[in-house]
């Protein structure tokens, strides 16, 4: 689904990512562990299309279909299948939650289809439903995450980069917030590449995952065996995580 190879990322004259390499699978979870400022949240930026990659391919998909990820624009990965639901949420605040959920198909002109797309979403999260015509800046935190990932999925990705969708929330929303995840990926099909705090929720969840350190690929692994990593242990899944 996702091949990359020797990838070198700048934010500035920092060189953030440095010769990162490993492959995602079609319909896997894929956690990406480091500590603050390992390069995670720079990683998925630079796949969907935010800031530039220096050096190094990244491809999406393979044969006839691939898209070549290097330096494309935001809207071309959306259209190949990528979707990015960045940290923070980032909900349009002044625009309901209709108006956001629309936004997030903004590349689809079939009013019956995203219709039937926005149904989903309110299916999925009742709540959304309820508060269609609210502004998305009067929701609290929880349902202002659960908005920003039902816009990813207005979108209809193949391929969901989703960057700490527990930050800041309770842990019941948090716990809910994963359980969608599960489902999306087994009933959907979506393959996910998952950014989040709670280094063992991720790798509970996921099926493979990778290792950042100071912006270079320590280990890629089954999360099952990353989960058992006495060193892994020690600096991500200790009390608290």
Known sequence: MLSINNLNVFRG????????????REGEIFSLVGSNGAGKTTLLMALSGIISIKSGTAVLGSGPDAVDIVNSRPETMVRAGLVHCPEGRQ??????VEENLRLGAYLDNNPARIAAH???AFE???????????????MSGGEQMMLALARALMARPKILLLDEPSLGLAPRITEQIFETLDDINRKQ????????????MALELASRGCVLVNGRLDKVSDAADLLRDPQIVASYLGVGQ
């Open 124 to 138: 999925m999260f009742p709540v959304l439903r309820e508060r269609r015509a609210t502004a998305a800046g009067g």
């Open 118 to 120: 926005m149904e989903q």
């Open 91 to 96: 909900v349009f605040a002044r625009m309901t």
């Open 189 to 200: 099909g979506v393959t996910i590449v998952l950014v989040e705090q709670n280094a063992m």
């Open 13 to 24: 004259k920092t060189h953030v990512l440095q010769d990162v390499s490993f492959e995602v």
